[in-house]
T-cell receptor, first 114, second 113 residues
């Protein structure tokens, strides 16, 4: 089955700096890659996603890149703010029409220091 | 749109009792829902896929007789933790798909004494 590896497990940056989180997946059939932000005790919130027919997607300060050949994808957050502090999860899924099950990475705790 | 609710938000029970958790898609229908378990400072682990009108599909290592799933309608799935033990204490989260995206419920914190 699918396996998703995520690095780093913790990341501390200064406010205004960029943060990069990387994930690799094992199943080449995976075609949908979302990123979630989870604050303590709360539900995961979708922040950005990318499909396998796209190499890069950007939404304001957040961007995701996908390298299908290498089977890895990355989350980039620019101009970080203290409110970006949270746990971030990548996931991979094989979808056909409707959604398939998500396999999550281990998570990255991001701390943005003011 | 795409709101998913869960009930209860937290529950404390005695060892050996059963607990039912409800997951509802409030403004859309979902023939499939997913149940995850999350231990402190860990990732979300998929437990099972709930299918409306048919049996749930369980992930490897998840006991189907212990974690009973019923997808009663296109907007409701329930997870029953039977004969709960302290090691079942966890954060249980459901999700429902809308298109290719999945939307999560707020989670249920289960504590088994």
């Amino acid at each position: 089955g699918e396996n998703v590896e995520q690095h780093p497990s913790t990341l501390s940056v200064q406010e205004g700096d960029s943060a990069v989180i990387k994930c690799t997946y094992s199943d080449s059939a995976s075609n949908y890659f979302p990123w979630y932000k989870q604050e303590l005790g709360k539900r995961p919130q979708l922040i950005i996603d990318i499909r396998s027919n796209v190499g890069e997607k950007k939404d304001q300060r957040i961007a995701v890149t996908l390298n299908k050949t290498a089977k890895h994808f990355s989350l980039h957050i620019t101009e970080t703010q203290p409110e970006d502090s949270a746990v971030y999860f990548c996931a991979a899924s094989i979808t056909s029409g409707n959604t398939g099950k998500l396999i999550f990475g281990q998570g990255t705790t991001l701390q943005v220091k003011p | 749109g795409a709101v998913v609710s869960q009930h209860p938000s937290w529950v404390i029970c005695k060892s050996g009792t059963s607990v039912k958790i409800e997951c509802r898609s409030l403004d859309f229908q979902a023939t499939t829902m997913f149940w995850y378990r999350q231990f402190p400072k860990q990732s979300l682990m998929l437990m099972a896929t709930s299918n409306e009108g048919s049996k749930a599909t369980y992930e490897q290592g998840v006991e189907k007789d212990k974690f009973l799933i019923n997808h009663a309608s296109l907007t409701l799935s329930t997870l029953t933790v039977t004969s709960a033990h302290p090691e079942d204490s966890s954060f249980y989260i459901c999700s429902a798909p809308l298109g290719q995206r999945q939307f999560f419920g707020p989670g249920t914190r289960l504590t088994v004494l």
